[in-house]
């Protein structure tokens, strides 16, 4: 027995109808949405009026200021906008092919991993294709996942933050996250044999601003050990905000690991001799449940697998999102 056709197709869904209902959600007015697709408005009203009795629903209310998305509009809507995305992708991906690149992947990572797995990973897909097209944005985890799910990325090397729909996607764990104690060369706290809690609570600070992935766990540090937080402090998350203060004064600061290696390996920084009961929680691939990646993109995830794997003892399928 044949398998029964596709909703879509006993619809005869179009792509216009598609654009007829994101441009209705965007301007809440059949008049102004037709206009923005040059469509008469007849024809537009027909186009949705169309679906409506194909799918058995209404997937606008009617108002006398205009249209508003019923529930069954709005899940249509955001799939809609979702398709119309990857049709986008596909034309530039061709466009691309036709004119000899292999493919624009955008990657998206958090510092840490930005500053030591990204720029070995990148190389290594380079290696293997010259010719791909990679853009990089380091940003904060929300603001990166946000991109994600807006289909403005690719992948993310990140953390899913609670206000996010995890249901929608995939994390695979890299690594946690250890931090340490930087300061200018030349700190009489370099020098010191007994680096405690009650000692660096007396430091001046630059310190992560309220709500930042690493601030909470540092005020908990000190609470832990009966103490308050330092009291001289500055707030900042800019690393060249930090690493200049730091060179103009006596200032300490907490930083990831990877990124205090790194400005010490340049002669920036210094790196105190404590270890503190505190990191940040694990980082990792983050990649949408609901998009199969282009073939660039699958090849940029790849080497970054591959790279992780060497670089943090982890043991990663090599395979797509399902």
Request: proline share 6%; hydrophobic share 45%.
């Amino acid at each position: 027995m044949p398998a029964p056709l596709p909703w879509y197709l006993r619809a005869r869904l179009k792509p216009r109808q598609l654009l007829l209902l994101v441009a209705l959600a965007e301007e809440g007015n059949i008049h102004r949405a037709s206009e923005l697709l040059r469509m008469a408005q007849p024809g537009a009203s027909k186009l949705l009026k169309d679906l409506e009795d194909m799918l058995g629903v209404e997937l606008f209310e009617r108002h006398s200021r205009g249209m508003r998305p019923t529930w069954y509009g709005d899940s249509l809507i955001r799939h809609a906008r979702m398709v119309l995305a990857t049709l986008e992708e596909a034309g530039e991906e061709l466009e691309s092919l036709k004119a000899g690149k292999f493919g624009r992947v955008g990657v998206g990572s958090v510092t840490s991993p930005g500053v030591s797995l990204l720029p070995a990973a990148i190389s290594l897909a380079k290696r293997e294709q010259p010719y791909l097209q990679i853009s990089v944005h380091i940003e904060t985890s929300d603001v990166l996942v946000e991109r994600l799910s807006r289909g403005e990325l690719d992948m993310v090397i990140g953390r899913v933050v609670e206000r996010h729909d995890s249901s929608l996607l995939r994390f695979e764990r890299l690594a946690d996250e250890p931090v340490s104690v930087i300061a200018r060369a030349g700190h009489p706290l370099l020098n010191a044999s007994d680096l405690s809690l009650p000692k660096l609570q007396q430091a001046q600070w630059v310190i992560p601003p309220v709500g930042s992935v690493l601030r909470h766990p540092f005020d908990v540090m000190f609470r832990q050990a009966g103490l308050e937080g330092p009291q001289v402090v500055v707030e900042s998350a800019s690393l060249l905000f930090i690493t200049n203060m730091l060179q103009e004064s006596d200032f300490i600061a907490v930083v990831a690991s990877d990124i205090a290696r790194y400005y010490a390996k340049h002669g920036m920084v210094a790196i105190l001799p404590v270890q503190l009961p505190c990191e940040m929680e694990a980082f990792g691939l983050v990649l949408r449940k609901d998009r199969l990646l282009s073939p660039a993109a699958s090849k940029v995830l790849k080497a970054l697998r591959m790279t992780a794997s060497s670089m943090y003892g982890v043991a990663l399928k090599n395979e797509e999102p399902r």
